[in-house]
């Protein structure tokens, strides 16, 4: 089980990694979030790699945004251990983003639940493509 640590490497940076989520990228919507994935290959240890997202014109105040990077990166951080021991069991990387949708801030607990929803979703939709 890996540890519950959120380093650089597992978030997504790289320009190219990023554009060629958001034009080749799958998505699908777990309210307030639209989750953008993309089964990749990409030269790193870490099996997945996370953008998180708040657009300003949802969330008007830069520290009710900071905030809520601060509230998802922490249920992430949490929660993925399954996301990874199933992405390393079937030796497969995956990058994705979360783009917060909603104009009204949400309760640490209800952004947990919904990662923990965000993630099970992730394995199916990467269960679907195996096929």
Known sequence: ????????????YNKKLIDNLFTNGSY?????????????DFQSADPAKLLISIPKHNVH?????????RIIRESYRK???????????????????LVFTSKI??????????????LQRLIQEHEKIAG
């Open 79 to 97: 929660n993925k251990s399954e996301w990874y021991d199933y992405l390393i069991s079937k030796n497969r990387k995956c990058v994705f983003a």
């Open 105 to 118: 801030l949400i309760p640490y607990n209800q952004v947990e639940a919904t990662i923990l929803l965000i």
């Open 61 to 69: 105040n830069a520290v009710d945004r900071n905030y809520l990077k």
């Open 1 to 12: 089980m890996p540890m519950q640590t959120f380093k650089k490497n597992e978030r997504l």
């Open 28 to 40: 699908f919507y777990i309210s307030p979030f639209k989750i953008i994935w993309l089964a990749t």
